[in-house]
């Protein structure tokens, strides 16, 4: 059974920094893309970064590139999602997702499996 599950949100502050772990297991990253994606209260969800598990392409979206670093340790089958500099806008529940494939899917529905979901929150 695949299963993801994210862990390190929280509520910090504007220019401080999290890191976002999602954790996998029931399948093997280097065959799958991971994206992460965020979706704040009104507002549909929206790709944030997404990499290959197999050659580590990556992708980011334009508000979050020079800030976000998107990794993969394929040996603890874990992905994350370094946050730095944020901001208020930043504020959203993070869900990571995998699709098995050797493209960077950037749209929410090209992904399969979902995370649950974690809560970032950045006070002005």
């Known amino acids: 059974e695949v299963q993801l599950v994210e862990s390190g949100g929280g509520l910090v502050q504007a220019g401080e920094s999290l890191r976002l772990s999602c954790a996998a297991s029931?399948?093997?990253?280097?065959?799958?893309?991971i994206g992460w994606f965020r979706q704040a209260p009104g507002k549909e969800r929206e790709g944030v970064s997404c990499?290959?598990?197999?050659?580590?392409?990556?992708y980011y979206a334009d508000s979050v590139k020079g800030r976000f670093t998107i990794s993969s340790d394929n040996v603890k089958n874990t992905m994350y999602l370094q946050m730095n500099s944020l901001k208020p806008e930043d504020t959203a529940v993070y869900f990571c997702a995998a699709r098995p494939t050797m493209l960077v899917p950037t749209k929410d529905y090209e992904y399969h499996y979902w995370g649950q979901g974690t809560q970032v929150t950045v006070s002005s």
């Open positions: 029931g399948f093997n990253v280097d065959d799958y893309a």
């Open positions: 990499i290959s598990g197999s050659d580590g392409r990556t």
